[in-house]
């Protein structure tokens, strides 16, 4: 409050001393059953509006009133019940934002269904009931849409040696990488939702580089979607690659024990270069590919290098 109002010496606000004096007078209304209050600009900008000079204008009113209501309590009341009644007219209409509505219905359903809900619930129930029935569908639906949100694309190599997202396939291709983005936060809801979107791993050889960059933490349910498909990747001779990896959640994944890195799992930790731990992903993953095909007469591998053209991305 005090930031609003300077002071008018040109001194700077005590902040410090606004909540010890706030504090203080609402102990001392506790003595006497008052109840406790803020700070209001009301009385602050009628006092600057009256010429008041210092801190004593509000002393002084306070006193003035005490010995208004009194005195006179029969005159006060005929006055203040219709000046609140006007008041709470002026803060309803006050509150009527046509822009705001505007932009809670753009925002899509969600929003408007915790808007028209906390709207009707502070109608028919205390106002601190309805603000908590707000705030819990506000939560509820966030964790919905989150769980979601989630995207799933795979990059894709141009002629020119630049990549472009597809919409991911619904099966990874044999003895070939397939590069997969994952875009949206994976918590425990989001990762189930992960777990069915990811392409079908039943595949021979194939081997599957998943981008994960910017997710900070790997939950127990999104370390457990991981090693699921990992495990049938495995089962037909494949590997999975994630790549992006940040610093805590590589450490999560070593901790965890349900990914073991040395087996059909690499983790590529993110690193300040754009791009280069999925790049290192892709060229193990292919050389991988590589020395697992069976050797012909003249020593090279059978069927050529592996295909990648389909692959690579930015980490």
């Not at 600009?41 to 209501?69: C, H």
């Not at 502070?122 to 849409?145: D, M, R, S």
């Not at 997202?165 to 992960?194: C, I, K, Q």
Request: overall charge positive.
């Amino acid at each position: 409050m005090s930031y609003s109002v300077p002071n008018p010496d040109g001194s700077r606000s005590d902040v410090s001393r606004d909540f010890l004096a706030q504090g203080a007078a609402n102990i001392a209304s506790g003595l006497f059953r008052g109840l406790p209050v803020g700070g209001s600009m009301s009385a602050t900008a009628l006092s600057v509006l009256a010429g008041a000079k210092s801190s004593w204008a509000a002393i002084s009113s306070g006193a003035w009133m005490a010995l208004i209501v009194v005195v006179f309590p029969d005159a006060v009341s005929r006055i203040a019940m219709p000046a609140l009644g006007a008041l709470l007219l002026l803060a309803g209409f006050s509150s009527i934002k046509p822009k705001d509505f505007a932009a809670v219905s753009n925002a899509g359903w969600p929003s408007v269904l915790a808007a028209v809900t906390t709207f009707l619930a502070t109608l028919i129930l205390p106002i601190q009931v309805a603000v908590g029935i707000g705030a819990v569908l506000a939560g509820l639906l966030y964790v919905n849409k989150s769980s979601s949100d989630i995207t799933v694309v795979e990059l894709v190599r141009r002629p020119d040696g630049q990549f472009e997202e597809h919409a991911a396939p619904p099966r990874v291709r044999d003895r070939g990488v397939t590069v997969l983005a994952v875009y949206g936060n994976l918590f425990f809801a989001s990762a189930r939702t992960l777990d069915r979107l990811l392409p079908s791993p039943d595949a021979e050889q194939a081997v599957v580089v998943l981008r994960l960059r910017g997710q900070t933490s790997f939950g127990a349910t999104l370390v457990d979607v991981l090693a699921n498909y990992a495990d049938r990747l495995a089962r037909q001779g494949g590997r999975l690659y994630i790549s992006g990896v940040s610093p805590r959640a590589f450490s999560q994944v070593t901790k965890a024990g349900r990914l073991t890195l040395h087996g059909p799992v690499r983790a590529y930790p993110a690193v300040a270069i754009v791009g280069k731990s999925t790049r290192d992903a892709i060229d193990d993953a292919n050389a991988w590919l590589v020395g697992t095909r069976p050797q012909g007469r003249d020593g090279e591998s059978k069927g050529g290098e592996p295909s990648n053209g389909r692959g690579g991305g930015p980490d």
